[in-house]
């Protein structure tokens, strides 16, 4: 699977939008970008996910480049409770069996 | 979306026991179900895939006679860790996907103590 870089860390006030980058130079034209997130002490939370169009869901939207290369998560308007790190991930389409791989992620702190 | 528990939440256990970890998904069939361990301030590592009635997939370095991996139907998984020492506790977390799912998802996690 491709790999993803992401900012180690990012801050945004409470109500705002939280904008989260992910960069996948390398991604295949088979491989999906997927988000999801963990809120301390619990497990990983699903997100969105996509493949070359922007989705929306009531959750967060995407927004994936033309050329593919790279991707936003953007919350919309910010809570507290969004405070998690967030991981982009980037694997093969065809299956939810397929491992995914985590890397750091990116630690979102929402401020009042 | 699909809901995935796991049970205990939290174990405190003496070296040398052994711990099982019950994965259950509530609503759903799971074909596929994943294990992860997750030390502090790390992210997340797949320990092992198990498909159900087969056995499971370990990944490198993971000790499968240590981590016994049961998945012997379609709405449980169990991991066993076998002679438990300190340098075992950690955050377990399971998976489980399905026909259907687009993608895994997740349970809340067991935290494991070893004394």
């Given at each position: 699977?491709?790999?993803?870089?992401?900012?180690?860390?990012m801050?945004c006030?409470?109500g705002?939008?939280?904008?989260?980058?992910c960069?996948?130079?390398?991604i295949?034209?088979n491989?999906?970008?997927y988000?999801?997130?963990?809120?301390?002490?619990?497990?990983p939370q699903?997100?969105?996910?996509g493949?070359?169009?922007n989705e929306?869901?009531?959750?967060?939207s995407?927004?994936?480049t033309?050329?593919r290369?790279?991707?936003?998560?953007?919350?919309?308007?910010?809570?507290?409770?969004?405070?998690?790190?967030y991981?982009c991930?980037?694997?093969?389409?065809?299956g939810s069996?397929?491992?995914?791989?985590?890397?750091?992620?990116?630690?979102?702190t929402?401020n009042? | 979306?699909?809901?995935?528990s796991?049970h205990?939440?939290w174990v405190i256990?003496?070296?040398?026991?052994s711990?099982?970890?019950?994965?259950r998904?509530?609503?759903?069939?799971?074909?596929t179900m994943f294990?992860y361990?997750q030390?502090p301030?790390?992210?997340?590592m797949?320990?092992a895939?198990?498909?159900?009635g087969?056995?499971?997939t370990?990944?490198?370095g993971?000790e499968?006679?240590?981590?016994?991996?049961?998945?012997a139907s379609l709405?449980?998984?169990?991991?066993?860790?076998t002679s438990?020492?300190p340098?075992d506790s950690?955050?377990y977390?399971?998976?489980?996907?399905g026909?259907g799912?687009?993608?895994?998802?997740?349970?809340?996690?067991t935290?494991l103590?070893?004394?």
């Amino acid at each position: 699977d491709a790999k993803t870089t992401q900012p180690t860390s990012m801050d945004c006030a409470e109500g705002r939008a939280a904008n989260l980058p992910c960069n996948h130079s390398t991604i295949s034209g088979n491989e999906y970008v997927y988000w999801y997130r963990q809120i301390h002490s619990q497990g990983p939370q699903y997100i969105i996910h996509g493949l070359k169009n922007n989705e929306t869901n009531e959750m967060a939207s995407l927004i994936i480049t033309e050329d593919r290369k790279s991707s936003t998560l953007i919350l919309p308007h910010a809570t507290l409770r969004d405070t998690a790190v967030y991981y982009c991930i980037v694997r093969v389409v065809g299956g939810s069996n397929y491992k995914l791989t985590f890397g750091k992620g990116t630690l979102l702190t929402v401020n009042p | 979306g699909a809901v995935v528990s796991q049970h205990p939440s939290w174990v405190i256990c003496k070296s040398g026991t052994s711990v099982k970890i019950e994965c259950r998904s509530l609503d759903f069939q799971a074909t596929t179900m994943f294990w992860y361990r997750q030390f502090p301030k790390q992210s997340l590592m797949l320990m092992a895939t198990s498909n159900e009635g087969s056995k499971a997939t370990y990944e490198q370095g993971v000790e499968k006679d240590k981590f016994l991996i049961n998945h012997a139907s379609l709405t449980l998984s169990t991991l066993t860790v076998t002679s438990a020492h300190p340098e075992d506790s950690s955050f377990y977390i399971c998976s489980a996907s399905g026909q259907g799912l687009v993608t895994q998802y997740f349970g809340p996690g067991t935290r494991l103590l070893v004394l």
